[in-house]
């Protein structure tokens, strides 16, 4: 309870900070609403536009979902894959890795371009953009096993298999929940990016809209959606990591120091 | 009495530093020797090899008659550090060898009890390795490269976290359980007077390169008790144990 009281107290405060900040950007410094829009319009646009905000943040949290966990889905047996086969991860892990120095932004007109409007292409480009992280930490995570363990498992006559499932992929389970939940937050960038190009729906094409008849509260307004979504698919990878790896230092010591 | 385990002219590089050099070690079946030796001198590189999890860089290793070409059967270890799996329970991690070996069977959970309750460990069954001390870990780990009944145990360095009551209480134990069933042990230690309780033979080893100074016979007849460490072959045991360790500058 006291814990938990701590974790709400602090971001309470900080938060407080900034719309404290914001209120006095509004009414002491006197900027234009259409730089910034006060609280209340801000407010007042995310209630009176709530069932619209609500359908076109479905729209978008369904496109993240989609790439996310595409990028598990993906990446996971993909770094399974480059870790056992030294052959693969020769082959592959440069194009990969070039893959992700590759401004993923600039690919999304042309994937609109060959695959069209609809909601494939889109959280293709979701998929790119969120993918990396779980592959990299899944990958890290596989190859980080002590070699005592594995001489313990050799010491067992465990099988290829059992060392994977008894062994490897439990050991790699903290790396590659880190992977995931930075890989969340990209999902909503990537479908953000995605719906930029070509969409008629979602919060990035709000966004767009807002923008270009410079509608500032509307574009706070898909702001903060876009925020509730992101905390919410955080907090519920965290909360998945809790159930599965409670043994694991970063889940127990979150409170310590 | 048939060997267990011959080593010949063993050698073991890691690049171009010499670990070992020129090994030579005959073990008895059911016979229970200790390595002793300072720090790095390849005690548990030794074992590692005997263990089938490292191949000799020259030399020749034989376990049961057979030529090592890998881990085999009827091999126990519990390595210098416990190496549990985190996410298993204590009852779970020593089950582990089971479970791998495909040796699942109700007579081995009444062993899992008994091993449980001899090494003090009732009780926590159901927590996991950060919930205990670090010699709690190294007792599960002993369980676990008991519970298999192998007649080989190696063990490095097992008892180095315990106190010094629970450690004898364990090297009583062990001496039990040898006696009993006449498994061939291999115990490496830093402890002479461990090492002159339990052993027949105490292998001294020195370093750069790693290789067998001499070895110490221990005629003391079984079963040993601590009470009469005084004894005069325990005496002339350790000290020349330790006079084969001053020898080398291994002790101030
Ligand atoms: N995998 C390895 N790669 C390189 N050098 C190694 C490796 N394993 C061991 N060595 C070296 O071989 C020497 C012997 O190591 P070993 O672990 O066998 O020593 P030890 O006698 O068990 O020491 P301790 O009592 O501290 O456990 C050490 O100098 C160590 O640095
Ligand atoms: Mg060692």
Redesign the pocket.
């Known amino acids: 309870m006291k814990d938990l009281l701590k974790d709400t107290l602090y971001p309470a405060a900080m938060l407080m900070l900034l719309v404290g900040a914001w209120l006095a950007g509004v009414y002491l410094l006197h900027l234009p609403p259409y730089l910034l829009p006060s609280p209340h319009d801000v407010f007042d646009r995310l209630t009176g536009d709530f069932g619209y905000l609500m359908w076109h943040s479905g729209v978008t949290t369904f496109i993240s979902l989609a790439g996310f966990f595409l990028s598990i889905v993906i990446g996971i047996p993909l770094a399974i894959a480059l870790v056992s086969s030294k052959i693969l991860d020769r082959t592959l892990m440069p194009w990969l890795v070039l893959s992700q120095t590759f401004p993923k932004v600039a690919l999304a007109p042309l994937i609109t371009v060959w695959f069209g409007l609809g909601m494939g292409p889109k959280i293709g480009v979701t998929f790119l953009v969120a993918f990396f992280p779980v592959l990299i930490s899944s990958v890290v995570g596989l190859r980080s096993i002590e070699?005592e363990m594995i001489e313990l498992a050799d010491s067992m006559k465990a099988s290829r298999l059992q060392k994977f499932w008894k062994f490897r992929l439990p050991m790699a389970l903290p790396s590659i929940f880190a992977g995931i939940k930075v890989s969340v937050a990209f999902s909503i960038v990537g479908a953000v990016i995605a719906e930029w190009v070509g969409a008629t729906q979602g919060l990035g094409y709000l966004l767009l809209q807002a923008n270009a008849s410079l509608d500032t509260s509307l574009l706070f307004a898909v702001l903060i959606c876009l925020t509730v979504i992101g905390v919410v698919l955080y907090y519920s990878v965290e909360w998945l990591e809790k159930m599965m790896i409670p043994w694991h230092a970063t889940v127990r010591l979150k409170d310590r120091l | 009495m048939s060997q267990s385990i011959a080593l010949r002219g063993i050698g073991?590089s890691?690049?171009s530093?010499r670990?070992?050099e020129g090994i030579d070690l005959s073990i008895t079946e059911g016979e229970f020797v200790a390595i002793v030796?300072?720090?790095?001198?390849?005690?548990?590189?030794?074992?590692?090899i005997i263990a089938g999890l490292?191949e000799p860089s020259e030399g020749k290793a034989e376990v049961a008659g057979k030529p090592v070409t890998g881990p085999s059967d009827g091999i126990g270890i519990a390595f210098?550090t416990p190496v549990l799996l985190p996410w298993r329970t204590v009852e779970q991690n020593i089950r582990l060898q089971l479970e791998i070996r495909h040796l699942q069977r109700p007579d081995m959970e009444e062993e899992l009890r008994r091993l449980i309750e001899l090494t003090g460990l009732q009780g926590f069954e159901q927590r996991r390795p950060y919930e205990l001390s670090g010699g709690m870990q190294q007792r599960v780990a002993l369980c676990r490269a008991l519970i298999h009944n192998p007649s080989l145990l190696l063990m490095?360095?097992p008892f180095g976290a315990l106190d010094a009551m629970t450690r004898e209480q364990l090297n009583l134990e062990i001496q039990r359980v040898w006696m009993q069933t006449g498994k061939t042990i291999v115990l490496?230690t830093?402890s002479i007077i461990e090492a002159v309780f339990l052993a027949d033979r105490v292998v001294v080893?020195d370093?750069r390169p790693?290789r067998i100074t001499d070895i110490v016979d221990v005629e003391v007849a079984r079963p040993r008790s601590f009470s009469n460490l005084s004894d005069p072959a325990f005496q002339k045991a350790s000290n020349d144990i330790r006079m084969l360790m001053d020898a080398e500058g291994m002790t101030a």
């Open positions: 070699s | 073991k890691f690049e530093f670990a070992l030796g300072k720090s790095g001198c390849g005690k548990s590189t030794l074992l590692r490292l210098q490095d360095e490496v830093h080893m370093a790693g």
